[in-house]
């Protein structure tokens, strides 16, 4: 499985921001599909994930209400749309996929691929 993140950047505070995760190289429908970030000097947090073949979606208490993660079958990304920005929010953020959604879909051991980072910056 391979995957490829893009879409951060610099943004203010109250801003917007997209992210898009290219995954390739598998059949996914139970994998689940997850966002994670890192701010300097701060363990690799979960921010959301769900299940690729759906119904299952989970997101972090810090972003829940202004982030949105989402699949596109025909385009094969997973997309977090992220609202009301804040500086709390500056992170590498990274995409990552494990073969089975499970009750520890926050736990960043439990995923096996990972994508190169995209970092997000939030500051005026």
């Known amino acids: 499985v391979q995957l490829q993140a893009c879409g951060g950047g610099l943004v203010q505070p109250g801003g917007s921001l997209r992210l898009s995760c290219a995954v390739s190289?598998?059949?996914?429908?139970?994998?689940?599909l997850a966002w994670f970030r890192q701010a300097p000097g701060k363990e690799r947090e979960i921010v959301a994930a769900?299940?690729?073949?759906?119904?299952?979606?989970a997101y972090a208490d810090s972003v829940k209400g202004r982030f949105s993660i989402s699949r596109d079958h025909v385009k094969n990304t997973v997309n977090l749309q992220m609202n009301s920005l804040n500086p709390e929010d500056t992170a590498v953020y990274y995409c990552?996929?494990?073969?089975?959604?499970?009750?520890?879909?926050?736990?960043?051991?439990?995923?096996?691929?990972w994508g190169q980072g995209t970092e997000v910056t939030v500051s005026s």
């Open positions: 769900l299940r690729w073949g759906g119904g299952r979606y």
């Open positions: 990552a996929a494990r073969i089975r959604w499970t009750t520890n879909w926050g736990t960043p051991g439990e995923y096996g691929y």
């Open positions: 190289g598998g059949t996914f429908t139970d994998y689940a």
